[in-house]
């Protein structure tokens, strides 16, 4: 099943580890990074959208990149790192979900390390994470969609 996931990846590159790993198991993924162009996602069986966590929500330029160009009809599954897990995370990535009338499959959410605003000056939140396990749970969530 051909599967491109649009994400957001900044500071750490926390979101980007849990993608690469599930790269490595998938040779039909695409990576698609929303800060490096447009691409026509039609092609796509099923679609992810991963992002960084930002103000409480998935980062502006994947909301953007969703509005304009997630394809209508489509099995979306999301996929977010964040400094402390709370819920309301996934809210307004799924209106624009719901809108494209489009299915979600899942989502998988851990723990990524922060030092966005004030965490810096107390060393961050999160530290070392995503780790191994974290890693291998976001690899068994996309195992398991169906």
């Known amino acids: 099943m051909?599967?491109?996931?649009?994400?957001?990846?900044?500071?750490?590159?926390?979101?980007?580890?849990?993608?690469?790993?599930?790269?490595?198991?998938?040779?039909?993924?695409?990576?698609?990074?929303v800060t490096e162009g447009e691409r026509d996602l039609s092609e796509y069986d099923r679609i992810g959208i991963a992002s960084g966590i930002y103000y409480g929500n998935f980062a502006k330029q994947v909301l953007a990149y969703a509005e304009k160009h997630l394809p209508a009809g489509r099995p979306v599954f999301l996929i977010c790192t964040c400094g402390a897990p709370r819920r309301g995370y996934y809210d307004q990535i799924r209106k624009i979900m719901q809108t494209r009338r489009c299915d979600e499959l899942g989502a998988y959410q851990c723990l990524g390390f922060d030092t966005f605003g004030p965490f810096k000056l107390i060393g961050g939140l999160a530290k070392d994470h995503p780790d191994a396990d974290d890693i291998a749970k976001a690899v068994r969530f996309y195992r398991e969609l169906r």
């Not at 491109?4 to 990576?31: M, P």
């Open 2 to 33: 051909k599967t491109g996931i649009i994400y957001y990846s900044a500071h750490h590159g926390n979101t980007k580890k849990l993608l690469d790993a599930i790269r490595q198991i998938d040779d039909e993924v695409d990576l698609i990074n």
